[in-house]
């Protein structure tokens, strides 16, 4: 019995198989490999995984494909985790020991920066993650300082990952078709993170870009002086897309040195 596509879970199931076969041959599962995919859907990924590895995990929301995967797949091969991805522990998936997790998925669009920020949380046990979202948000994910792209998503997910955009798909490779293109990124946890306390670190990118038109020492009024600015080796002239991640995290250390 066919599945039609829920709007409300943002599902659009990738059917192109050369697209399939490039995403498997860039995550380049091997045996022995602890994975989780998320979403998996109508199981192309899945299946193509499960010829290079003996048993993966999947989290999936949508029961009538819970349902489907119950069918398709032995028990040994696949543990399936119903419920939603934003509440996941990740961390209670087991892993072999001197091992990480590698996480994988084609991310509703719905949920897609919410969903990254949630397994952020879990970058330290993780070994990579590779996802397909709209195009647009991985070129903001990617961007770098000085331009449209570069804003709160950038700074926050660049200070826990070196993260590349490696293919475009476009929409015909789905059923149904999204009306815009995705991309294909790869993230991976910087080995020597920043030293910084991220909800400090949030809270000043969050009201740095909250008003990003006007220049970073009127955004930050009231949080830091202008002195306090210029000590984080930023002009207080430049707009908050021209600013660095490191220098968003000297700003933090100033409100609340790193431990």
Request: hydrophobic share 45%; proline share 7%.
């Amino acid at each position: 019995m066919k599945h039609v596509a829920r709007k409300r879970f943002g599902q659009n199931f990738l059917t192109d198989k050369f697209v399939l076969d490039n995403i498997i041959d860039a995550i380049d599962p091997e045996p022995g490999q602890a994975m989780v995919e998320i979403g998996p859907g109508l199981a192309a990924m899945t299946a193509l995984i499960l010829k290079r590895l003996p048993h993966m995990h999947v989290v999936e929301l949508d029961r009538d494909l819970v349902a489907r995967l119950e069918k398709s797949f032995p028990r040994d091969k696949l543990t399936i985790h119903s419920g939603d991805a934003l509440k996941f522990d990740f961390g209670s998936i087991p892993v072999p020991e001197g091992q990480k997790l590698r996480v994988v998925g084609n991310l509703p669009y719905n949920i897609s920066s919410p969903l990254l920020f949630h397994l952020a949380e879990f970058a330290h046990l993780i070994e990579d993650q590779h996802f397909m979202l709209q195009k647009e948000v991985v070129e903001r994910m990617v961007a770098e300082p000085g331009g449209k792209a570069y804003g709160r998503l950038s700074v926050m997910l660049q200070w826990r990952y070196d993260m590349s955009l490696l293919f475009i798909v476009p929409p015909t490779a789905f059923d149904p078709p999204p009306q815009v293109e995705s991309a294909i990124v790869r993230m991976m946890p910087v080995r020597e993170q920043l030293a910084c306390d991220g909800a400090t670190l949030e809270a000043v990118v969050l009201k740095a870009f909250s008003q990003r038109r006007k220049v970073i020492r009127n955004c930050l009024a009231g949080m830091f002086t202008e002195a306090q600015i210029v000590e984080a080796g930023i002009d207080p002239t430049a707009r908050p897309e021209a600013v660095g991640l490191a220098q968003y995290v000297a700003l933090a250390n100033l409100l609340k040195p790193a431990a």
